[in-house]
């Protein structure tokens, strides 16, 4: 008999996420937007035990990454992220080790050691190269179950730097025509490069995606990256593992709170307030 949602809040207190990228594309700062934090996170063995993170920095320089290893905020220890650092260099040790930690945590048993979700993010302050081999056998070959694969296209504010110089180059704009027609450029560019189109087309395709922009800015957060996460997640469960983990969305809570047949009777009520409108003969077709 499948866990109800009562018991997987009771049993099941953490979130467990894999983090995929190449280096420098915005990992720790997105962990730390989802956390609502600054600190760098405790790295832990499997089996709790805290590691010196200058120990972990060595072993990437010198190729070495566990992929099993959890990275945990104090800010909010709910969360737990496993980053799969070393096979996007093009390693095949690392990525067979990855591929196989990935069919085991998707598929396991053991509901605590699961991975409930995949950020993959790919930044697109290089987006003429935003697909390398590592995305295309990632895509091709990892079958992760049912578990979702979300693409976090970080650094999406790039692209404007991009259009806006692209812009500049045209005679006679002004600094409104630039701030106008900016943001249409941009969608261009990124329609243009087909990432999201190529990443379909593959074996395992991706689920969702999201963009984030500006992410070094302190008022910027990842609601809706949660939010896709939740959407894709399709399981009421492991929905309300995640809203209940996560720190920074009261909105996102309050919806996923309210089921679809209360947002319903609370329409109805509302729209018998206004008969005029006949908005409750439209409440009762639904």
């Not at 499948?2 to 983090?19: E, G, N």
């Not at 997105?30 to 072993?59: H, M």
């Not at 074996?203 to 070094?216: D, E, G, T």
């Amino acid at each position: 008999m499948p866990l109800s949602a009562q018991d997987v809040r009771k049993k099941f207190t953490r979130f467990r996420i894999l983090v995929v990228g190449r280096a420098n594309a915005g990992k720790t700062t997105l962990l730390q937007k989802v956390c609502n934090t600054t600190e760098k996170p405790l790295i832990l063995d499997g089996k709790g035990n805290k590691i010196d993170a200058d120990v972990v920095r060595s072993s990437v320089d010198r190729g070495y990454h566990d992929i099993n290893n959890e990275l945990v905020f104090q800010s909010n220890p709910g969360f737990v992220f496993h980053d799969s650092c070393g096979f996007e260099a093009g390693g095949e040790d690392e990525f067979k080790k990855m591929k196989e930690s990935v069919s085991e945590r998707a598929s396991t048993r053991k509901l605590n050691e699961r991975i409930h979700a995949i950020w993959y993010c790919i930044p697109v302050d290089e987006y003429h190269r935003a697909i390398t081999t590592a995305e295309e056998r990632f895509f091709s070959e990892c079958d992760t179950d049912d578990v979702p694969v979300i693409v976090v296209f970080t650094k999406f504010d790039a692209l404007s730097a991009v259009a806006l110089g692209e812009l500049r180059k045209i005679p006679g704009l002004t600094r409104k025509d630039l701030f106008e027609r900016t943001p249409k450029l941009v969608e261009e560019i990124f329609a243009k490069a087909n990432i999201w189109g190529r990443l379909c087309g593959t074996r395992h395709p991706p689920k969702n995606y999201v963009r984030l922009a500006n992410m070094n800015i302190d008022d910027t957060d990842c609601g809706l990256l949660l939010e896709c996460t939740t959407g894709a997640l399709g399981d009421e469960a492991l929905q309300m593992l995640l809203m209940s983990t996560q720190q920074t969305n009261l909105e996102l809570c309050i919806t996923y709170a309210v089921s679809e047949d209360e947002c319903i009777l609370m329409q109805k009520g509302i729209a018998k307030w206004f008969p005029h409108t006949g908005g409750l003969a439209k409440m009762k077709d639904h």
